[in-house]
């Protein structure tokens, strides 16, 4: 796991990975991909295609490239490098997840939706209503229609002969399509 814990929980990971919209050849990047999780799991959507999973922190790229390496997600390609001038070099983009809850991620959208192609995805998780509006400002000034939504997920554990059900903090989903 990353330093920081699991950042992306797996049922929003799933959303996402649904949202993005993934085809068997699908180009993808993961900004602020942490451990790699949703690298991973699109390589097996995108198993023909390209995912590049950009991380800053050169703890996290190790686990990545480790992590790939373990799920033999040959098609992850780990880059190491501050969005958004690490991908200046990646080829354009089928699909974007940005994760994570960095200080910058209203420039990182606006610079990855400027990449994606047309019809492509961009699918951010943000932890903060903040960064919820700022993404959606974003998106808007760029002419383009997101979707939201915040995810509220209880986990149940178990207790004695009972259920008890352990809420998460809540995520914010924003999906778009580039269509000009």
Not at 103 to 116: H, N, P, S, T
Not at 118 to 134: F, I, Q, T
Request: net charge negative; hydrophobic share 45%.
């Amino acid at each position: 796991q990353p330093k920081r814990g699991m950042l992306t929980p797996a049922e929003v990971r799933s959303i996402a990975l649904a949202e993005l919209d993934l085809g068997p050849n699908s180009i993808v990047w993961d900004i602020g991909a942490g451990s790699g999780s949703v690298a991973i799991e699109a390589s097996q959507i995108a198993s023909g295609g390209q995912v590049y999973a950009v991380e800053m922190d050169a703890d996290d790229f190790a686990l990545i490239a480790e992590n790939a390496k373990r799920f033999a997600a040959n098609n992850v390609f780990p880059v190491l490098g501050r969005a958004p001038e690490a991908w200046h070099d990646l080829p354009d983009p089928d699909a974007v997840f940005v994760g994570g809850t960095g200080r910058q991620i209203k420039q990182i959208v606006e610079e990855a939706f400027g990449r994606l192609r047309l019809g492509g995805r961009l699918v951010a998780s943000v932890a903060s209503p903040d960064n919820l509006c700022a993404v959606l400002a974003t998106l808007k000034e760029a002419g383009a229609d997101a979707n939201c939504w915040m995810i509220q997920i209880s986990r149940g554990n178990p207790q004695l002969v009972d259920v008890r059900f352990e809420s998460m903090n809540p995520s914010y989903l924003i999906s778009v399509t580039r269509e000009t």
